[in-house]
């Protein structure tokens, strides 16, 4: 069995994704040991409702020490579901290959800092992108550019709105992160 954290700062439907696909067995053989947040947000209360433990750290400058310190022993993977603190140089290294985010663009394109959530969908829409897809990666002191695991472009229509852009990019979202978990489950780096 392995144990998955979960951080998230926002409504957690990733989270939710990956809850359903552990309980469907789409994710098998895996448990969420926690799920950990840095500000209190929807994500928590879904946690809860599945009687999976949760923690908040506070963000903040010592947010990766503290993370460190209530991290369970057996963690197998640290899932970044919809979080929006940086993890520091010194958390990311003592965890290779052992992180891994979701970042609803095409890497390396419209990633890096500042680069979350709607501001990516307005990035693509104001560059007037043909495409656009979601990435799944590890995580590195690098902010976006660790390596990808997974990525799906879908095709942006004339006109296209914010809203249908964040639709098309849940259901990319929800296709790609638990194959990448397996993925990374099964074939470790
Ligand atoms: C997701 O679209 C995820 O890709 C994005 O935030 C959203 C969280 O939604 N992450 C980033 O932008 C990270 N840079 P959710 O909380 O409903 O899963």
């Known amino acids: 069995m392995k144990n998955i954290v ?3 700062s926002g409504s ?3 989270l939710q994704r990956i809850i359903n696909c ?3 067995g789409e994710i098998p053989d895996a448990n969420i040991s926690k799920v950990i947040a840095d500000r209190e947000c929807f994500g928590l209360e879904r946690a809860k409702k599945h009687g999976i ?3 908040v750290i506070p963000r903040g ?15 197998d993977l640290i899932i970044l579901a919809g979080f929006l603190s940086i993890l ?3 958390f990311c290294e003592s965890f290779p290959g052992k992180i891994i985010n979701i970042h609803p663009a095409l890497l390396p394109k419209f990633g890096g ?18 495409e656009s897809g979601a990435t799944v990666h590890y995580v590195t002191s690098s902010i976006d550019e660790g390596e990808i695991i997974l990525q799906k472009s879908f095709e942006i229509s004339e006109g296209e709105s914010l809203e249908s852009l964040q639709k098309k990019n849940y259901e990319t979202e929800f296709e790609i992160f638990p194959k990448a978990i397996n993925k990374v489950l099964n074939f470790p780096l």
């Open 22 to 24: 552990v309980d469907t």
């Open 6 to 8: 979960v951080l998230v």
């Open 53 to 55: 433990p949760t923690q």
């Open 61 to 75: 400058k010592t947010f990766s020490e503290e993370l460190k310190e209530i991290l369970p022993e057996n963690t």
């Open 12 to 14: 957690g439907t990733n």
């Open 113 to 130: 800092k500042g680069m979350w959530g709607h501001h990516v969908h307005e990035a693509v829409l104001a560059a007037a992108e043909k």
């Open 88 to 90: 520091n140089k010194e």
